[in-house]
C-alpha cells in the first residue's frame, strides 16, 4: 500500500475516532446531539444506542491503526487485509448512512470518502 493510501487510511481512523467521541463520549451534549439531529426529549432512547454505536466506529478505527502498524512491522499482506477489511466497512457504514437518509449526505461523505480513496490506492498500488 502506498504513503497516500496510508495516509487517507490514517485519516479515516481518526474520523471514526472523533465520531466515536460524539456518539460515546460526547452524545448527551446539545451540541454533539445537534450532529444527529436528536433531541432531548428523545435523549433516554436513543444514548443507549449511540453510545453502542460509537464503539463499533472506535473499532473500525483500531483495526485499521493496526493494519497500518502491520504494514510497516512484520506482515504487509496482513496489513493490507486489516486495512482493507476495516475501510471497507466504513465505506459501507457510509453508503448504508445515505441509503437511509439523504439529508445525512454531508456525514456520509465525511464517513465515507478517506476510506473510499484509501481503498482505491490500496488496489492501484
Do not use: D
Not at 4 to 28: D, N, T
Amino acid at each position: 500500500m502506498n504513503a497516500a493510501g496510508q495516509v487517507f487510511a490514517s485519516i479515516a481512523a481518526l474520523i471514526h475516532v472523533y465520531i466515536f467521541v460524539l456518539e460515546s463520549v460526547l452524545f448527551p451534549r446539545p451540541s454533539a446531539r445537534k450532529n444527529f439531529g436528536v433531541s432531548e426529549a428523545e435523549l433516554p432512547a436513543v444514548r443507549p444506542w449511540a453510545f453502542n454505536q460509537g464503539f463499533y466506529n472506535l473499532f473500525l478505527a483500531i483495526i485499521a491503526a493496526v493494519g497500518l502498524i502491520l504494514l510497516h512491522a512484520s506482515s504487509e499482506p496482513a496489513g493490507r487485509a486489516l486495512v482493507a477489511a476495516a475501510c471497507g466497512s466504513m465505506l459501507a457504514a457510509a453508503l448504508v448512512l445515505l441509503a437511509t437518509n439523504r439529508r445525512m449526505l454531508r456525514a456520509a461523505a465525511v464517513q465515507g470518502l478517506a476510506p473510499l480513496v484509501a481503498l482505491v490506492l490500496l488496489v492501484v498500488a
